[in-house]
């Protein structure tokens, strides 16, 4: 790839006001930049524009296909970067993942769960997850519903192979600031709610929500993650 492609200084560019707009986020929500985690979403991005943000100081990237991440990653720069999964994961897909990522955030139900024990267990290891809830009860996006939130965490944190580490969500598109915020507002007092339980392989430091359209007011209602794409690499361009 030309070095002098000019979408490697856009990306550069994006990076940093990206980081400028996080960090006035924080502040105004009484936090500084370094509370929140500047996710890089990289579904359908070549490599090399990956490995171009991850020299940015990109620590952290989100694939939302399984098979898209293990057909890229031989080809990643990846010391130093955690690497989540953030798209909806079938059951039958756990065993190729599982030991491939860092953290799975879209966890939706208890089987999903029982599976990730499952191949955590063969593998010797503990498998970090987020749980992921429908905020916005919409029939097209996966994630559990609010009030099944409780029920479902008491389940998946008796399992000894998973860790619990947050929740994450994706708000219904609102054309009204005041209607997103209180999606948000409703996601945070719920992670407060599950955070105060106090379980054993649970921390509930993670609260994932935001990305490239409306990050800013998530961090403003409690998120600490937020995951952006387009705004970091541009429109998406899907194979046919």
Do not use: W
Not at 19 to 25: D, F, L, M, P, S
Not at 36 to 41: K, L, Q
Not at 83 to 91: D, E, M, V
Not at 108 to 116: C, M, R, T, Y
């Amino acid at each position: 790839m030309n070095e002098m492609d000019p979408k490697f200084h856009d990306i550069e560019e994006n990076i940093k006001v990206i980081r400028e707009r996080i960090g006035e986020a924080a502040v105004r929500s009484g936090r500084s930049e370094k509370d929140v985690r500047f996710m890089a979403v990289t579904k359908t991005v070549d490599p090399v524009y990956i490995n171009h943000a991850i020299a940015q100081g990109i620590d952290l990237i989100g694939e939302n296909k399984v098979q898209e991440f293990l057909e890229k990653k031989d080809r990643l720069h990846l010391d130093g970067v955690e690497k989540h999964l953030i798209g909806h994961l079938q059951s039958n897909k756990v065993r190729k993942i599982v030991t491939e990522v860092d953290m799975i955030q879209s966890v939706d139900s208890v089987s999903l769960a029982e599976e990730i024990e499952r191949r955590a267990a063969a593998n010797n290891m503990t498998a970090k997850i987020l749980l992921e809830v429908n905020v916005g009860g919409e029939a097209s996006k996966t994630g559990m519903d609010k009030s099944q939130v409780t029920e479902i965490f008491e389940q998946i944190a008796e399992m000894k192979h998973i860790f619990i580490g947050g929740l994450m969500t994706i708000p219904p598109i609102c054309e009204n600031p005041a209607e997103l915020r209180k999606f948000f507002e409703e996601m945070y007092q719920l992670f407060l709610d599950i955070r105060s339980k106090n379980r054993d392989n649970v921390s509930m430091d993670i609260l994932s929500m935001g990305m490239s359209h409306d990050y800013e007011e998530a961090i403003l209602c409690g998120a600490n993650l937020v995951r952006i794409g387009s705004a970091v690499f541009g429109p998406r361009i899907y194979q046919k």
